[in-house]
């Protein structure tokens, strides 16, 4: 819940511009690998794994890590340090009367949202259509899911590479957005057909619904400057578990309805 807000706030205080929406991209891969473990690793193994990486992380925080670098890599973040100490209210106040902020909250929440839920109900949406072969529905079930991923992992890194050498925030967002629509209607089209054209659509389906993560975290930033963008990163953040819980809970009622 609290991760998927630091990256754009991380990102922008240590790297330069020319290379911040690639490390946030990185950073949302890390989350996605994370997903990627809980497909092939045993639940008890998963989480020693996770308990020593938490614990790792947090000892080289602690004795290794300053809080910020001795000098802004950047001009922009110099001038962040520079002024006073926002009213984190007021910066609040001012976000959500930006409407720009507000289509992009509403959009980004809907994209991530489907993305949470379908990732969620998988295995329920494979048993819905393959009824009398549950086995078979759960193993393609499992497959997908870590495709799903697999696709995501590179959608992040090669949209976050796009933006840092284009800097087009709009027109790559817009982009991908649509493109997360299209592949989602392939996926709805083929998903009872034969499990390797499942394959090749979800993959597509992750790659664009996934690259949409970060290139939705670095247009936030650029459209709500010069708020603090661990707080624009937040917004987005709850609107996706919002849409997520809702579109969730829509999607498991038409799944079980009688």
């Known amino acids: 819940m609290h991760i998927p ?5 991380l990102a922008a205080s240590w790297f330069s511009s020319n290379s911040v929406s690639t ?9 996605q690998a994370s997903w990627y473990c809980t497909w092939i690793f045993d639940t008890k193994i998963l989480y020693y794994v996770v308990a020593f990486v938490c614990i790792s992380c947090f000892i080289a925080m602690v004795i290794v890590f300053q809080r910020l670098p001795p000098t802004p890599p950047s001009r922009a973040q110099e ?13 609040l106040k ?28 998988l295995n329920p949406i494979y048993m819905w259509y393959f009824d009398k072969k549950t086995d078979q529905a759960s193993t393609y079930a499992g497959t997908i899911g870590m495709l799903l991923v697999i696709g995501g992992i590179f959608g992040s890194l090669l949209g976050g590479y796009i933006l840092d050498k284009t800097k087009a925030y709009k027109t790559v ?9 299209l592949s989602m ?25 996934t690259g949409y993560l970060p290139v939705g975290f670095e247009y936030g930033v650029e459209i709500t400057y010069p708020e603090n963008e661990a707080i624009s990163s937040s917004l987005l953040n709850v609107s996706a578990q919002i849409f997520g819980l809702c579109i969730t809970q829509l999607q498991e009622y038409l799944i079980f309805k009688k």
């Open 5 to 9: 807000r630091i990256p754009p706030y």
């Open 23 to 31: 490390v946030t991209a990185i950073a949302v891969f890390g989350n």
């Open 79 to 91: 001038i962040a340090l520079q002024r006073s100490e926002q009213n984190y209210v007021q910066t």
């Open 94 to 121: 001012r976000l959500l009367t930006n409407r720009w902020f507000l289509l992009l909250l509403l959009s980004y929440g809907l994209n991530t949202g489907t993305f949470y839920s379908i990732s969620t109900l």
């Open 173 to 181: 967002t817009f982009g991908v957005y649509v493109l997360s629509f």
């Open 185 to 209: 209607v392939l996926f709805i089209s083929t998903i009872s057909l034969h499990q390797y054209v499942a394959f090749v659509t979800m993959t597509i389906v992750g790659f664009f619904m």
